[in-house]
């Protein structure tokens, strides 16, 4: 792997002129991501977004083993759709693999309660770039390409894109 510089971008920090009125949803930003994945009881991930269970590994719920399968879902997840040789994704992978920078992160999120409490979707973006990482050409190519190997999914033309 080549040496990409990332930094872990969350959007939770309140700033030392807040107000009594601010609050986190006064300083939450939308972004236009992959569908989410449907889930029921079992583990899968979002490709290259999710909540900080999977993301980061850490939750509020006590369960280890499944924090570990939701992280390592996460990141196979990638792997699998086959995006590492991407340098934004790359960069998201070198952070995954990253147990300090990852431990920053947890920290960081740890400050913001409703992250772990409501579950809030977490989102890569490399310094300096436009965009999210989930936002790239490929990452938004995969959803198909994930559906090529389920058995049962219909494939159709779509009607903005020709594609």
Not at 56 to 75: C, I, M
Not at 91 to 97: I, K, Y
Not at 132 to 159: D, S
Request: with cysteine.
């Amino acid at each position: 792997m080549r040496d990409v510089a990332y930094r872990f971008h969350a959007y939770f920090e309140m700033t030392a002129q807040r107000g009594p009125d601010d609050s986190p949803e006064k300083f939450r930003k939308r972004f236009l991501v992959p569908q989410a994945v449907k889930r029921t009881v079992g583990v899968a991930a979002n490709l290259l977004w999710d909540n900080a269970a999977y993301v980061l590994g850490a939750d509020n719920k006590g369960k280890p083993e499944r924090l570990a399968e939701q992280t390592q879902a996460f990141k196979q997840d990638i792997v699998n759709l086959r995006l590492e040789d991407e340098p934004r994704v790359e960069a998201v992978l070198r952070f995954l693999d990253s147990g300090e920078e990852k431990d920053k992160a947890k920290a960081a999120a740890a400050q913001w309660p409703e992250i772990l409490e409501k579950g809030a979707n977490l989102a890569f973006r490399l310094a300096g770039r436009e965009g999210l990482v989930c936002q790239g050409e490929k990452a938004r190519a995969a959803p198909a390409k994930r559906a090529e190997g389920e058995e049962g999914v219909e494939t159709a033309t779509c009607l903005v894109s020709g594609e």
